[in-house]
Protein backbone atom coordinates (compact mmCIF):
# COMPACT_ATOMS: atom_id res chain seq x y z
CA UNK A 1 0.00 0.00 0.00
CA UNK A 2 2.08 2.77 -1.17
CA UNK A 3 1.54 6.18 1.05
CA UNK A 4 2.18 8.10 -2.82
CA UNK A 5 -1.69 7.30 -3.37
CA UNK A 6 -3.12 8.55 -0.30
CA UNK A 7 -6.50 8.73 -0.87
CA UNK A 8 -6.78 5.23 -1.12
CA UNK A 9 -4.57 4.79 1.61
CA UNK A 10 -6.79 6.44 3.56
CA UNK A 11 -9.85 4.08 2.80
CA UNK A 12 -7.58 0.96 3.21
CA UNK A 13 -5.66 2.30 6.54
CA UNK A 14 -8.35 1.73 8.99
CA UNK A 15 -8.41 -1.67 8.05
CA UNK A 16 -5.00 -1.95 9.70
CA UNK A 17 -6.00 0.09 12.65
CA UNK A 18 -5.53 -2.73 15.32
CA UNK A 19 -2.31 -4.15 13.90
CA UNK A 20 0.37 -1.57 15.16
CA UNK A 21 2.59 -3.76 13.15
CA UNK A 22 0.98 -2.30 10.27
CA UNK A 23 2.36 1.14 10.44
CA UNK A 24 -1.24 2.27 9.37
CA UNK A 25 -0.14 1.29 5.79
CA UNK A 26 2.36 4.06 5.81
CA UNK A 27 5.40 1.63 5.37
CA UNK A 28 7.20 -0.70 2.82
CA UNK A 29 6.38 -3.15 4.99
CA UNK A 30 4.26 -4.90 8.12
CA UNK A 31 5.89 -6.16 11.24
CA UNK A 32 4.55 -9.71 12.28
CA UNK A 33 5.16 -11.36 15.68
CA UNK A 34 3.84 -15.44 15.72
CA UNK A 35 2.72 -16.22 18.77
CA UNK A 36 4.88 -18.63 21.21
CA UNK A 37 4.23 -22.36 19.99
CA UNK A 38 2.52 -21.48 16.73
CA UNK A 39 3.79 -21.57 13.62
CA UNK A 40 2.62 -19.67 10.16
CA UNK A 41 0.62 -20.65 7.51
CA UNK A 42 0.35 -18.53 4.40
CA UNK A 43 -1.44 -19.09 0.92
CA UNK A 44 -2.00 -16.74 -1.58
CA UNK A 45 -4.65 -16.76 -4.26
CA UNK A 46 -5.49 -13.87 -6.73
CA UNK A 47 -8.75 -13.07 -8.84
CA UNK A 48 -8.98 -11.77 -11.94
CA UNK A 49 -12.25 -9.76 -13.30
CA UNK A 50 -14.04 -12.03 -16.02
CA UNK A 51 -11.91 -14.87 -14.88
CA UNK A 52 -12.48 -15.33 -11.09
CA UNK A 53 -15.71 -13.15 -10.87
CA UNK A 54 -17.84 -11.21 -12.90
CA UNK A 55 -16.60 -7.62 -14.01
CA UNK A 56 -20.14 -6.24 -12.96
CA UNK A 57 -20.30 -7.76 -9.73
CA UNK A 58 -20.42 -5.55 -6.51
CA UNK A 59 -17.10 -4.36 -5.22
CA UNK A 60 -17.94 -5.04 -1.83
CA UNK A 61 -18.68 -8.59 -2.65
CA UNK A 62 -15.35 -9.04 -4.68
CA UNK A 63 -13.58 -8.02 -2.22
CA UNK A 64 -15.44 -10.39 0.40
CA UNK A 65 -15.31 -12.94 -2.16
CA UNK A 66 -11.17 -12.49 -2.69
CA UNK A 67 -10.75 -12.84 1.15
CA UNK A 68 -12.68 -15.55 1.55
CA UNK A 69 -11.32 -17.85 -1.03
CA UNK A 70 -7.77 -17.56 0.81
CA UNK A 71 -9.17 -17.70 4.24
CA UNK A 72 -10.76 -21.23 2.93
CA UNK A 73 -7.14 -22.52 1.96
CA UNK A 74 -6.28 -21.59 6.06
CA UNK A 75 -9.35 -23.35 7.31
CA UNK A 76 -8.43 -26.68 5.52
CA UNK A 77 -4.71 -26.55 6.57
CA UNK A 78 -6.30 -26.34 10.27
CA UNK A 79 -5.01 -22.62 10.48
CA UNK A 80 -6.46 -19.82 12.45
CA UNK A 81 -6.62 -16.63 10.10
CA UNK A 82 -4.94 -13.30 12.24
CA UNK A 83 -3.73 -11.04 8.86
CA UNK A 84 -3.79 -10.77 5.33
CA UNK A 85 -1.90 -8.53 2.71
CA UNK A 86 -4.02 -7.10 -0.19
CA UNK A 87 -2.46 -5.86 -3.89
CA UNK A 88 -5.39 -4.46 -5.96
CA UNK A 89 -5.00 -3.80 -9.32
CA UNK A 90 -7.21 -1.10 -10.60
CA UNK A 91 -8.53 -0.93 -13.84
CA UNK A 92 -9.62 2.34 -15.33
CA UNK A 93 -13.54 1.58 -14.11
CA UNK A 94 -12.91 1.74 -10.37
CA UNK A 95 -13.14 5.09 -8.75
CA UNK A 96 -13.62 6.48 -4.91
CA UNK A 97 -16.92 4.90 -4.40
CA UNK A 98 -15.86 1.52 -5.98
CA UNK A 99 -12.92 1.26 -4.03
CA UNK A 100 -14.78 2.40 -0.81
CA UNK A 101 -17.18 -0.39 -1.23
CA UNK A 102 -14.50 -2.82 -1.99
CA UNK A 103 -12.78 -1.78 1.40
CA UNK A 104 -16.52 -1.63 3.48
CA UNK A 105 -16.74 -5.91 2.43
CA UNK A 106 -13.56 -6.21 3.65
CA UNK A 107 -13.84 -4.78 7.00
CA UNK A 108 -17.12 -6.60 7.54
CA UNK A 109 -15.29 -10.07 6.96
CA UNK A 110 -12.62 -8.96 9.02
CA UNK A 111 -14.61 -8.58 12.00
CA UNK A 112 -16.33 -11.98 10.43
CA UNK A 113 -13.43 -13.69 10.69
CA UNK A 114 -11.50 -11.72 12.99
CA UNK A 115 -8.01 -11.17 10.64
CA UNK A 116 -6.57 -7.25 9.86
CA UNK A 117 -5.22 -5.94 6.59
CA UNK A 118 -1.31 -5.16 7.14
CA UNK A 119 -0.04 -4.42 4.08
CA UNK A 120 0.26 -4.55 0.24
CA UNK A 121 0.51 -2.63 -2.64
CA UNK A 122 -1.95 -0.43 -5.03
CA UNK A 123 -1.43 -0.55 -8.91
CA UNK A 124 -2.88 0.99 -12.07
CA UNK A 125 -3.51 -1.86 -14.73
CA UNK A 126 -4.50 -1.10 -18.65
CA UNK A 127 -6.26 -4.71 -18.10
CA UNK A 128 -9.14 -6.00 -15.45
CA UNK A 129 -9.44 -5.38 -12.14
CA UNK A 130 -6.80 -8.38 -10.35
CA UNK A 131 -6.94 -9.00 -6.68
CA UNK A 132 -4.33 -10.81 -4.81
CA UNK A 133 -4.64 -11.32 -1.16
CA UNK A 134 -1.89 -13.61 0.65
CA UNK A 135 -3.52 -14.71 3.93
CA UNK A 136 -2.03 -15.66 7.17
CA UNK A 137 -2.89 -18.09 9.76
CA UNK A 138 -1.30 -19.41 12.63
CA UNK A 139 -1.19 -23.32 13.71
CA UNK A 140 0.54 -24.91 17.44
CA UNK A 141 3.53 -26.30 16.29
CA UNK A 142 3.46 -29.67 14.08
CA UNK A 143 -0.47 -29.55 13.62
CA UNK A 144 -1.30 -28.13 10.25
CA UNK A 145 -3.22 -30.75 8.13
CA UNK A 146 -1.44 -31.18 4.75
CA UNK A 147 -3.26 -33.11 1.57
CA UNK A 148 -0.74 -35.85 1.69
CA UNK A 149 -2.09 -37.19 5.10
CA UNK A 150 -4.41 -39.45 3.87
CA UNK A 151 -4.25 -43.74 4.54
CA UNK A 152 -6.14 -46.12 2.96
CA UNK A 153 -9.51 -46.78 4.54
CA UNK A 154 -9.66 -43.17 6.07
CA UNK A 155 -13.11 -42.24 5.51
CA UNK A 156 -13.90 -39.29 2.96
CA UNK A 157 -16.23 -35.92 4.06
CA UNK A 158 -17.09 -32.93 2.84
CA UNK A 159 -18.60 -29.66 4.28
CA UNK A 160 -21.66 -28.02 3.57
CA UNK A 161 -23.52 -28.60 -0.17
CA UNK A 162 -21.12 -28.85 -3.48
CA UNK A 163 -22.34 -27.75 -6.72
CA UNK A 164 -23.92 -24.61 -5.22
CA UNK A 165 -21.59 -22.10 -6.65
CA UNK A 166 -21.06 -23.61 -10.26
CA UNK A 167 -25.13 -23.86 -10.31
CA UNK A 168 -25.30 -20.18 -9.33
CA UNK A 169 -23.15 -19.39 -11.93
CA UNK A 170 -24.81 -20.95 -14.77
CA UNK A 171 -27.94 -18.95 -13.59
CA UNK A 172 -26.20 -15.50 -13.56
CA UNK A 173 -25.71 -16.44 -17.13
CA UNK A 174 -28.35 -18.43 -18.53
CA UNK A 175 -31.38 -17.30 -15.80
CA UNK A 176 -33.10 -19.44 -12.88
CA UNK A 177 -35.25 -21.56 -14.53
CA UNK A 178 -37.74 -21.25 -12.46
CA UNK A 179 -36.03 -22.94 -9.86
CA UNK A 180 -37.08 -22.04 -6.44
CA UNK A 181 -34.48 -20.91 -3.91
CA UNK A 182 -32.20 -20.05 -7.10
CA UNK A 183 -31.31 -16.91 -5.87
CA UNK A 184 -29.33 -18.70 -2.98
CA UNK A 185 -27.49 -20.28 -5.52
CA UNK A 186 -26.24 -17.33 -7.04
CA UNK A 187 -24.89 -16.04 -3.30
CA UNK A 188 -23.55 -19.09 -2.80
CA UNK A 189 -21.41 -18.08 -6.35
CA UNK A 190 -20.67 -14.59 -4.95
CA UNK A 191 -19.82 -15.15 -1.24
CA UNK A 192 -18.43 -18.78 -0.44
CA UNK A 193 -18.21 -20.06 3.46
CA UNK A 194 -15.14 -20.39 4.26
CA UNK A 195 -15.18 -22.88 7.11
CA UNK A 196 -12.43 -21.16 9.67
CA UNK A 197 -14.81 -22.76 12.38
CA UNK A 198 -13.87 -26.46 11.31
CA UNK A 199 -9.88 -25.20 11.29
CA UNK A 200 -9.73 -27.14 14.97
CA UNK A 201 -11.73 -29.88 14.45
CA UNK A 202 -9.90 -31.15 11.80
CA UNK A 203 -6.33 -30.59 13.63
CA UNK A 204 -8.22 -33.20 16.18
CA UNK A 205 -9.32 -35.51 13.91
CA UNK A 206 -8.62 -35.50 10.33
CA UNK A 207 -5.73 -37.24 8.60
CA UNK A 208 -5.67 -35.15 5.78
CA UNK A 209 -7.98 -31.95 4.08
CA UNK A 210 -8.14 -29.51 1.71
CA UNK A 211 -10.98 -27.08 0.54
CA UNK A 212 -12.69 -27.46 -2.46
CA UNK A 213 -11.86 -24.71 -4.76
CA UNK A 214 -11.46 -26.37 -8.67
CA UNK A 215 -14.25 -29.04 -8.59
CA UNK A 216 -14.91 -32.12 -5.90
CA UNK A 217 -13.76 -34.87 -8.16
CA UNK A 218 -10.53 -32.89 -9.62
CA UNK A 219 -9.55 -31.89 -6.41
CA UNK A 220 -10.23 -35.78 -5.03
CA UNK A 221 -8.30 -36.84 -7.49
CA UNK A 222 -5.51 -34.42 -6.33
CA UNK A 223 -5.62 -35.53 -2.62
CA UNK A 224 -5.15 -39.11 -4.06
CA UNK A 225 -2.51 -38.49 -6.35
CA UNK A 226 -0.68 -36.52 -3.32
CA UNK A 227 -1.24 -38.85 -0.67
CA UNK A 228 -0.60 -41.69 -3.64
CA UNK A 229 -4.12 -43.62 -2.71
CA UNK A 230 -7.24 -43.85 -4.96
CA UNK A 231 -10.67 -43.16 -3.68
CA UNK A 232 -13.85 -44.53 -4.11
CA UNK A 233 -17.25 -41.88 -3.73
CA UNK A 234 -20.80 -42.10 -4.07
CA UNK A 235 -22.03 -39.69 -6.28
CA UNK A 236 -25.62 -40.19 -3.87
CA UNK A 237 -23.52 -39.51 -0.65
CA UNK A 238 -22.57 -35.73 -2.01
CA UNK A 239 -24.39 -33.22 -0.37
CA UNK A 240 -26.84 -31.15 -2.81
CA UNK A 241 -28.95 -28.12 -1.44
CA UNK A 242 -32.67 -28.09 -2.27
CA UNK A 243 -32.25 -25.48 -5.03
CA UNK A 244 -29.23 -27.80 -6.28
CA UNK A 245 -31.24 -31.06 -6.13
CA UNK A 246 -33.96 -29.04 -8.02
CA UNK A 247 -32.11 -27.91 -11.04
CA UNK A 248 -31.19 -31.33 -11.16
CA UNK A 249 -33.90 -33.42 -11.08
CA UNK A 250 -35.00 -30.95 -13.90
CA UNK A 251 -31.73 -31.47 -15.86
CA UNK A 252 -29.81 -34.62 -14.26
CA UNK A 253 -26.52 -33.57 -16.75
CA UNK A 254 -26.06 -30.92 -14.06
CA UNK A 255 -25.27 -33.52 -11.69
CA UNK A 256 -21.80 -33.50 -13.49
CA UNK A 257 -21.71 -29.65 -13.24
CA UNK A 258 -21.92 -29.96 -9.02
CA UNK A 259 -19.55 -32.81 -8.44
CA UNK A 260 -16.85 -30.95 -11.22
CA UNK A 261 -18.02 -27.58 -11.07
CA UNK A 262 -15.81 -24.94 -8.92
CA UNK A 263 -16.22 -22.24 -6.36
CA UNK A 264 -17.79 -24.56 -3.91
CA UNK A 265 -14.88 -23.54 -0.86
CA UNK A 266 -16.14 -26.63 1.23
CA UNK A 267 -14.01 -28.51 2.72
CA UNK A 268 -12.48 -32.24 1.69
CA UNK A 269 -10.78 -34.40 4.56
CA UNK A 270 -10.45 -37.84 5.22
CA UNK A 271 -10.76 -39.33 8.69
CA UNK A 272 -9.77 -42.37 10.43
CA UNK A 273 -12.36 -44.51 11.00
CA UNK A 274 -11.74 -44.58 14.43
CA UNK A 275 -11.95 -41.10 15.22
CA UNK A 276 -15.21 -40.39 12.70
CA UNK A 277 -17.35 -40.59 15.55
CA UNK A 278 -15.83 -37.83 17.53
CA UNK A 279 -15.36 -35.89 14.10
CA UNK A 280 -18.76 -35.90 13.63
CA UNK A 281 -19.59 -34.59 16.95
CA UNK A 282 -17.01 -32.00 17.08
CA UNK A 283 -18.49 -31.13 13.99
CA UNK A 284 -21.93 -30.64 14.72
CA UNK A 285 -20.95 -28.34 17.50
CA UNK A 286 -19.94 -26.26 14.73
CA UNK A 287 -23.01 -26.20 13.05
CA UNK A 288 -21.39 -27.13 9.93
CA UNK A 289 -23.33 -29.37 8.44
CA UNK A 290 -20.87 -32.84 7.53
CA UNK A 291 -21.19 -36.11 4.93
CA UNK A 292 -19.64 -38.81 4.64
CA UNK A 293 -19.60 -39.73 1.25
CA UNK A 294 -16.66 -42.04 0.53
CA UNK A 295 -13.59 -43.48 1.45
CA UNK A 296 -9.42 -43.93 0.44
CA UNK A 297 -8.57 -46.95 -0.77
CA UNK A 298 -5.02 -48.33 -1.92
CA UNK A 299 -3.87 -48.18 -5.61
CA UNK A 300 -3.22 -45.48 -7.54
CA UNK A 301 -5.39 -43.42 -10.02
CA UNK A 302 -8.09 -41.18 -10.41
CA UNK A 303 -11.27 -42.01 -7.91
CA UNK A 304 -14.30 -44.16 -8.51
CA UNK A 305 -17.58 -42.36 -8.46
CA UNK A 306 -20.33 -44.69 -8.58
CA UNK A 307 -23.95 -43.47 -9.36
CA UNK A 308 -26.99 -44.16 -7.42
CA UNK A 309 -27.44 -47.89 -9.30
CA UNK A 310 -23.60 -48.35 -8.26
CA UNK A 311 -22.05 -47.77 -11.68
CA UNK A 312 -18.94 -45.81 -12.21
CA UNK A 313 -19.28 -42.50 -13.71
CA UNK A 314 -17.41 -40.97 -16.43
CA UNK A 315 -16.94 -37.07 -16.26
CA UNK A 316 -15.93 -34.54 -19.16
CA UNK A 317 -13.99 -32.82 -17.11
CA UNK A 318 -13.09 -33.01 -13.76
CA UNK A 319 -12.40 -29.81 -12.43
CA UNK A 320 -13.45 -26.07 -13.20
CA UNK A 321 -11.63 -23.83 -15.46
CA UNK A 322 -13.10 -20.65 -14.30
CA UNK A 323 -15.19 -18.41 -16.53
CA UNK A 324 -12.90 -19.52 -19.76
CA UNK B 1 0.83 -22.14 -6.58
CA UNK B 2 -2.07 -24.36 -8.02
CA UNK B 3 -1.45 -28.22 -8.39
CA UNK B 4 -4.18 -28.03 -11.19
CA UNK B 5 -1.54 -26.89 -13.39
CA UNK B 6 0.77 -28.71 -13.12
CA UNK B 7 3.08 -27.48 -16.23
CA UNK B 8 3.60 -24.16 -14.57
CA UNK B 9 3.73 -26.58 -10.95
CA UNK B 10 6.86 -28.57 -12.37
CA UNK B 11 8.91 -25.54 -13.66
CA UNK B 12 8.06 -23.64 -10.41
CA UNK B 13 8.33 -26.70 -7.54
CA UNK B 14 12.72 -27.04 -7.44
CA UNK B 15 12.51 -23.46 -6.57
CA UNK B 16 11.02 -24.59 -3.58
CA UNK B 17 12.88 -27.61 -2.95
CA UNK B 18 14.79 -26.55 -0.01
CA UNK B 19 11.84 -25.65 1.69
CA UNK B 20 9.70 -28.67 3.44
CA UNK B 21 7.35 -26.51 4.54
CA UNK B 22 6.56 -25.53 1.44
CA UNK B 23 5.40 -28.87 0.61
CA UNK B 24 6.63 -28.66 -3.31
CA UNK B 25 3.97 -26.41 -3.79
CA UNK B 26 1.20 -29.37 -3.97
CA UNK B 27 -0.76 -28.24 -0.99
CA UNK B 28 -2.59 -25.10 -0.60
CA UNK B 29 -0.88 -23.14 1.79
CA UNK B 30 2.88 -23.21 3.03
CA UNK B 31 4.21 -23.83 6.40
CA UNK B 32 6.56 -20.89 8.09
CA UNK B 33 8.65 -21.09 11.48
CA UNK B 34 9.57 -17.74 12.42
CA UNK B 35 13.50 -18.42 14.25
CA UNK B 36 13.59 -17.85 17.49
CA UNK B 37 13.93 -14.23 18.89
CA UNK B 38 13.17 -13.21 15.13
CA UNK B 39 10.25 -11.07 14.01
CA UNK B 40 8.59 -11.03 10.57
CA UNK B 41 8.97 -8.42 8.28
CA UNK B 42 6.25 -8.79 5.32
CA UNK B 43 5.86 -6.92 2.02
CA UNK B 44 4.40 -7.03 -0.97
CA UNK B 45 4.34 -5.18 -4.60
CA UNK B 46 2.71 -6.18 -7.83
CA UNK B 47 4.43 -5.60 -11.46
CA UNK B 48 2.05 -4.75 -14.72
CA UNK B 49 3.59 -5.53 -18.00
CA UNK B 50 3.29 -1.99 -19.51
CA UNK B 51 3.26 -0.32 -16.35
CA UNK B 52 6.36 -1.69 -14.04
CA UNK B 53 8.12 -3.07 -16.85
CA UNK B 54 8.18 -3.35 -20.57
CA UNK B 55 6.31 -6.26 -22.50
CA UNK B 56 9.00 -6.98 -24.11
CA UNK B 57 11.63 -7.34 -21.61
CA UNK B 58 13.13 -10.50 -20.97
CA UNK B 59 11.48 -12.65 -18.67
CA UNK B 60 14.50 -13.66 -16.28
CA UNK B 61 15.19 -9.70 -15.85
CA UNK B 62 10.80 -9.27 -15.32
CA UNK B 63 10.79 -12.20 -12.71
CA UNK B 64 14.18 -10.60 -10.97
CA UNK B 65 13.34 -7.48 -10.92
CA UNK B 66 10.33 -8.47 -9.62
CA UNK B 67 11.56 -10.32 -6.82
CA UNK B 68 14.14 -7.71 -6.07
CA UNK B 69 12.15 -5.10 -5.96
CA UNK B 70 10.15 -6.85 -2.87
CA UNK B 71 14.15 -7.48 -1.56
CA UNK B 72 15.24 -3.83 -1.44
CA UNK B 73 11.36 -3.04 0.65
CA UNK B 74 12.87 -6.07 3.32
CA UNK B 75 16.40 -4.12 2.92
CA UNK B 76 15.21 -0.99 3.69
CA UNK B 77 13.31 -2.06 6.66
CA UNK B 78 16.56 -4.26 8.34
CA UNK B 79 15.59 -7.59 7.30
CA UNK B 80 17.18 -10.34 5.88
CA UNK B 81 14.73 -12.24 3.04
CA UNK B 82 14.07 -15.95 3.64
CA UNK B 83 11.01 -17.11 1.58
CA UNK B 84 8.58 -15.27 -0.87
CA UNK B 85 5.06 -16.19 -2.34
CA UNK B 86 4.68 -15.46 -6.48
CA UNK B 87 1.49 -14.84 -7.89
CA UNK B 88 1.90 -14.44 -11.55
CA UNK B 89 -1.25 -13.40 -13.83
CA UNK B 90 -0.11 -15.15 -17.80
CA UNK B 91 -1.92 -13.35 -20.61
CA UNK B 92 -2.12 -15.43 -23.80
CA UNK B 93 1.51 -14.08 -24.43
CA UNK B 94 3.54 -16.36 -22.02
CA UNK B 95 4.14 -19.87 -23.24
CA UNK B 96 6.85 -22.63 -21.77
CA UNK B 97 10.10 -21.20 -22.77
CA UNK B 98 9.14 -17.66 -21.17
CA UNK B 99 7.95 -19.37 -17.88
CA UNK B 100 10.62 -21.58 -18.00
CA UNK B 101 12.87 -18.24 -18.40
CA UNK B 102 11.11 -16.79 -15.78
CA UNK B 103 11.66 -19.23 -13.43
CA UNK B 104 15.17 -19.07 -14.31
CA UNK B 105 15.59 -15.51 -13.23
CA UNK B 106 13.97 -16.50 -9.72
CA UNK B 107 16.22 -19.68 -9.38
CA UNK B 108 19.66 -16.98 -9.87
CA UNK B 109 18.31 -14.07 -7.52
CA UNK B 110 16.95 -16.78 -4.71
CA UNK B 111 20.90 -17.86 -5.29
CA UNK B 112 22.30 -14.93 -4.79
CA UNK B 113 19.70 -13.23 -1.95
CA UNK B 114 19.25 -16.71 0.12
CA UNK B 115 15.59 -16.60 -0.16
CA UNK B 116 13.21 -19.35 -1.11
CA UNK B 117 9.84 -19.52 -3.42
CA UNK B 118 7.27 -21.40 -0.91
CA UNK B 119 3.73 -20.99 -2.24
CA UNK B 120 1.63 -18.71 -4.75
CA UNK B 121 -0.74 -19.17 -7.31
CA UNK B 122 -1.24 -18.89 -11.12
CA UNK B 123 -3.86 -17.76 -13.15
CA UNK B 124 -4.66 -16.64 -16.41
CA UNK B 125 -5.91 -13.13 -17.46
CA UNK B 126 -6.97 -11.40 -21.00
CA UNK B 127 -5.27 -8.33 -19.78
CA UNK B 128 -1.29 -8.06 -19.69
CA UNK B 129 0.97 -9.80 -17.30
CA UNK B 130 1.11 -9.10 -13.81
CA UNK B 131 3.27 -10.40 -11.28
CA UNK B 132 2.59 -10.28 -7.55
CA UNK B 133 5.32 -10.83 -4.92
CA UNK B 134 5.05 -11.15 -1.37
CA UNK B 135 8.44 -11.49 0.85
CA UNK B 136 9.53 -12.33 3.94
CA UNK B 137 11.97 -11.42 6.12
CA UNK B 138 13.30 -11.76 9.44
CA UNK B 139 14.34 -9.14 11.89
CA UNK B 140 15.19 -9.31 15.69
CA UNK B 141 12.88 -8.77 17.87
CA UNK B 142 11.92 -5.16 18.29
CA UNK B 143 14.78 -3.96 15.53
CA UNK B 144 12.84 -3.36 12.31
CA UNK B 145 13.50 0.37 11.08
CA UNK B 146 10.40 2.44 10.21
CA UNK B 147 10.59 5.50 8.17
CA UNK B 148 8.94 7.21 11.01
CA UNK B 149 12.07 7.33 13.27
CA UNK B 150 14.05 10.04 11.86
CA UNK B 151 14.90 12.96 14.26
CA UNK B 152 15.83 16.34 13.80
CA UNK B 153 19.73 16.79 12.86
CA UNK B 154 19.56 13.60 12.08
CA UNK B 155 21.70 13.03 8.85
CA UNK B 156 20.86 11.78 5.22
CA UNK B 157 22.32 9.18 3.41
CA UNK B 158 21.56 7.48 -0.05
CA UNK B 159 23.02 4.29 -1.53
CA UNK B 160 24.59 3.93 -4.75
CA UNK B 161 23.66 6.38 -7.55
CA UNK B 162 20.52 7.71 -8.44
CA UNK B 163 18.63 8.36 -11.39
CA UNK B 164 20.48 5.45 -13.48
CA UNK B 165 17.12 3.60 -14.03
CA UNK B 166 14.77 7.07 -14.66
CA UNK B 167 17.78 7.62 -17.26
CA UNK B 168 17.74 4.24 -18.25
CA UNK B 169 13.78 3.56 -19.10
CA UNK B 170 14.30 7.16 -21.27
CA UNK B 171 17.31 5.51 -23.10
CA UNK B 172 14.99 2.51 -23.90
CA UNK B 173 12.57 4.73 -25.30
CA UNK B 174 14.37 7.55 -26.69
CA UNK B 175 17.78 5.81 -27.53
CA UNK B 176 21.00 6.88 -25.83
CA UNK B 177 22.32 10.05 -27.91
CA UNK B 178 25.86 8.71 -28.08
CA UNK B 179 26.36 8.64 -24.36
CA UNK B 180 29.07 6.54 -22.88
CA UNK B 181 27.79 3.90 -20.66
CA UNK B 182 24.41 4.18 -21.53
CA UNK B 183 23.79 0.75 -21.64
CA UNK B 184 24.61 0.33 -17.92
CA UNK B 185 21.56 2.53 -17.28
CA UNK B 186 19.26 0.70 -19.05
CA UNK B 187 20.92 -2.76 -17.13
CA UNK B 188 19.63 -0.45 -13.96
CA UNK B 189 16.46 -0.16 -15.33
CA UNK B 190 15.99 -3.79 -15.87
CA UNK B 191 17.88 -5.07 -13.10
CA UNK B 192 17.85 -2.98 -9.71
CA UNK B 193 20.21 -4.21 -7.16
CA UNK B 194 18.60 -4.27 -3.47
CA UNK B 195 20.80 -3.33 -0.76
CA UNK B 196 20.54 -6.28 1.44
CA UNK B 197 23.92 -6.21 2.90
CA UNK B 198 22.92 -3.02 4.49
CA UNK B 199 20.00 -4.24 6.73
CA UNK B 200 22.32 -5.23 9.95
CA UNK B 201 24.30 -1.88 8.99
CA UNK B 202 21.05 0.01 9.48
CA UNK B 203 19.84 -1.66 12.45
CA UNK B 204 23.02 -0.90 13.85
CA UNK B 205 23.21 2.69 13.00
CA UNK B 206 19.59 4.06 11.15
CA UNK B 207 16.90 6.08 13.08
CA UNK B 208 14.69 5.85 10.04
CA UNK B 209 15.25 4.22 6.75
CA UNK B 210 13.32 3.30 3.07
CA UNK B 211 13.94 2.58 -0.28
CA UNK B 212 13.82 4.94 -3.03
CA UNK B 213 11.20 3.17 -5.60
CA UNK B 214 8.96 6.31 -6.52
CA UNK B 215 11.49 9.62 -6.98
CA UNK B 216 14.29 10.88 -4.47
CA UNK B 217 12.47 13.75 -3.64
CA UNK B 218 8.98 12.04 -3.33
CA UNK B 219 9.84 9.67 -1.01
CA UNK B 220 12.16 11.47 1.26
CA UNK B 221 9.00 13.95 1.49
CA UNK B 222 7.11 11.03 2.40
CA UNK B 223 9.23 9.98 5.05
CA UNK B 224 9.44 13.64 6.26
CA UNK B 225 5.28 13.49 6.52
CA UNK B 226 5.99 10.16 8.54
CA UNK B 227 8.55 11.84 10.47
CA UNK B 228 6.85 14.48 11.42
CA UNK B 229 10.06 16.77 9.83
CA UNK B 230 11.12 18.40 6.95
CA UNK B 231 14.58 17.90 4.99
CA UNK B 232 17.62 19.97 2.84
CA UNK B 233 19.55 18.33 0.65
CA UNK B 234 22.20 19.47 -1.40
CA UNK B 235 21.33 18.36 -5.32
CA UNK B 236 24.88 18.38 -6.30
CA UNK B 237 26.04 16.04 -3.18
CA UNK B 238 23.10 13.18 -5.16
CA UNK B 239 25.34 10.62 -5.82
CA UNK B 240 24.86 10.26 -9.76
CA UNK B 241 26.70 7.83 -11.72
CA UNK B 242 28.82 8.63 -15.00
CA UNK B 243 26.66 7.57 -17.26
CA UNK B 244 23.75 9.64 -15.56
CA UNK B 245 26.37 12.90 -15.32
CA UNK B 246 27.37 12.71 -18.60
CA UNK B 247 23.68 13.06 -19.49
CA UNK B 248 23.13 15.55 -17.22
CA UNK B 249 26.00 17.68 -18.52
CA UNK B 250 24.30 17.26 -22.15
CA UNK B 251 20.97 17.64 -20.65
CA UNK B 252 20.52 19.79 -17.53
CA UNK B 253 16.92 19.34 -17.31
CA UNK B 254 17.08 15.54 -16.49
CA UNK B 255 18.88 16.41 -13.59
CA UNK B 256 15.41 17.02 -12.67
CA UNK B 257 14.63 13.18 -14.05
CA UNK B 258 17.00 11.70 -12.28
CA UNK B 259 15.64 13.28 -8.99
CA UNK B 260 11.90 12.51 -9.07
CA UNK B 261 12.29 9.33 -11.21
CA UNK B 262 11.84 6.47 -9.87
CA UNK B 263 13.00 2.52 -9.82
CA UNK B 264 16.17 3.50 -7.92
CA UNK B 265 15.44 0.93 -5.17
CA UNK B 266 18.47 2.56 -3.52
CA UNK B 267 18.24 3.12 0.30
CA UNK B 268 17.88 6.56 1.98
CA UNK B 269 18.03 6.47 5.61
CA UNK B 270 18.69 8.85 8.21
CA UNK B 271 21.32 8.82 10.84
CA UNK B 272 22.20 9.99 14.05
CA UNK B 273 25.42 12.59 14.09
CA UNK B 274 27.27 10.38 16.44
CA UNK B 275 26.95 7.30 14.28
CA UNK B 276 27.56 8.48 11.62
CA UNK B 277 31.78 7.55 11.39
CA UNK B 278 30.08 3.75 12.33
CA UNK B 279 27.53 3.81 9.97
CA UNK B 280 30.13 4.93 7.12
CA UNK B 281 32.77 2.44 8.45
CA UNK B 282 29.92 -0.57 7.97
CA UNK B 283 28.99 1.16 4.85
CA UNK B 284 32.34 0.49 3.14
CA UNK B 285 32.60 -2.98 5.00
CA UNK B 286 29.78 -4.00 2.62
CA UNK B 287 31.26 -2.36 -0.61
CA UNK B 288 28.22 -0.58 -1.34
CA UNK B 289 28.48 3.08 -1.40
CA UNK B 290 26.59 5.33 0.88
CA UNK B 291 26.68 9.30 0.24
CA UNK B 292 25.55 12.04 2.86
CA UNK B 293 22.83 14.89 0.67
CA UNK B 294 21.48 16.46 3.98
CA UNK B 295 19.91 16.40 6.88
CA UNK B 296 17.04 16.43 8.94
CA UNK B 297 15.57 19.21 10.10
CA UNK B 298 12.56 20.64 12.19
CA UNK B 299 9.42 21.66 10.78
CA UNK B 300 7.13 20.35 8.01
CA UNK B 301 6.41 20.43 4.54
CA UNK B 302 8.19 19.39 1.86
CA UNK B 303 11.88 19.13 1.47
CA UNK B 304 14.46 21.52 0.45
CA UNK B 305 16.98 20.58 -2.16
CA UNK B 306 19.51 23.11 -2.92
CA UNK B 307 21.00 23.65 -6.44
CA UNK B 308 24.81 23.79 -6.57
CA UNK B 309 24.26 27.55 -6.39
CA UNK B 310 22.24 27.56 -3.17
CA UNK B 311 19.19 28.01 -4.49
CA UNK B 312 16.10 26.33 -3.97
CA UNK B 313 14.70 23.95 -7.11
CA UNK B 314 11.48 23.37 -7.85
CA UNK B 315 10.19 20.26 -9.53
CA UNK B 316 7.33 19.74 -12.09
CA UNK B 317 6.63 16.65 -9.76
CA UNK B 318 8.30 14.89 -7.02
CA UNK B 319 8.12 11.16 -7.75
CA UNK B 320 7.62 9.20 -10.14
CA UNK B 321 4.24 7.51 -12.36
CA UNK B 322 5.90 4.55 -14.06
CA UNK B 323 5.50 4.40 -17.79
CA UNK B 324 2.00 5.94 -17.46
Redesign the interface.
Known sequence: M???QSPIQEVFAPLSASFPGA?AL?????????ADGN??????????A???FLPQDLPDLIARKALRVNLS??A??G?TPTAY???I?L?ASEHGDWIRAFAQGLALDQRQFGCVL????T??????L?I?I?A??E?P?GE?L???GARAGDLLYVSGTIGDAALGLRVLRKGDGGIPGADSLRQRYWLPEPRVELAPVLRRHASAA??VS?GLI?DLT?MC??SRLTARIDAARVPLSGPARAMVEQSPDLLETCLTGGDDYEILCTVPEDKAKGFEEDCRATGIAISRIGRMEPGEGAPLCLDADGHAMTFMRT?YSHL?
Not at 118 to 121: E, L, N, S, W
Open positions: TPEARDDAALYATELVLTMDSLVGVHDLAKALLSASIGGDVSTPGPSTTIGVRIRRGMDDGLEVSG
